[in-house]
């Protein structure tokens, strides 16, 4: 008896370890979450953005873009420098492919808001205002090329006093990656 409960505890432990083992989803399964998501999960799909598509409006949503969403996206809104971001499970998305950019406005803003769960996306609502929400959406149209901002100075160390007092904004860093300054880590590490 006592055999056979351990033969059977055993086989339990063996299926939650392999059950619990973390790994990228594959085609099948992000063409599916995608779908998903798509039509069913993400709201605002009818809603459109009062703020309309002006260059100041591209311009706050940068700002707002840098205050909230670097840590995980970066300056670029494509993962550079972000060093996490492929090992999530899902991974971080690049915001200028396929799946995202193919969400009405309406969408991305509820996701802003709204956050994704599990997927690590958190919810803005109550820290973001409704107009940064929407100009964070247009500036998701309109990302810079990969790479062309930097990394966030933050994951680097290398932020200097300017960029402290700048905030997360990213300026000061895409101002610095356009000039070539970048810290030995941002260096050597792409």
Not at 14 to 22: E, H, N, S, T
Not at 61 to 78: E, M, N, P, V
Not at 131 to 140: A, R, T
Request: include cysteine; glycine fraction near 14%.
């Amino acid at each position: 008896m006592t055999a056979m409960f351990l033969r059977l505890a055993g086989c339990g432990a063996l299926l939650v370890m392999v059950g619990c083992r973390v790994s990228q989803p594959g085609n099948g399964e992000s063409s599916l979450m995608n779908g998903i998501k798509h039509q069913i999960t993400v709201g605002g799909r009818e809603i459109r953005n009062p703020l309309g598509d002006g260059p100041d409006v591209v311009a706050q949503g940068k700002t707002a873009f840098g205050a909230y969403c670097i840590a995980c996206h970066g300056l670029d809104g494509q993962n550079t420098g972000v060093p996490f971001a492929a090992q999530m499970s899902p991974p971080v998305p690049l915001l200028t492919s396929k799946p995202v950019q193919d969400y009405t406005d309406g969408q991305l803003k509820w996701i802003v808001e709204n956050g994704i769960s599990p997927s690590g996306m958190p919810a803005s609502r109550g820290i973001l205002s409704d107009e940064e929400m929407w100009s964070i959406v247009v500036y998701l149209r309109h990302l810079p090329t990969a790479g062309s901002m930097g990394e966030p100075c933050f994951y680097s160390g290398s932020c200097t006093g300017e960029q402290a007092e700048a905030g997360s904004s990213g300026e000061q860093q895409g101002e610095d990656a356009k000039r070539g300054r970048t810290s030995h880590a941002s260096a050597t590490n792409r």
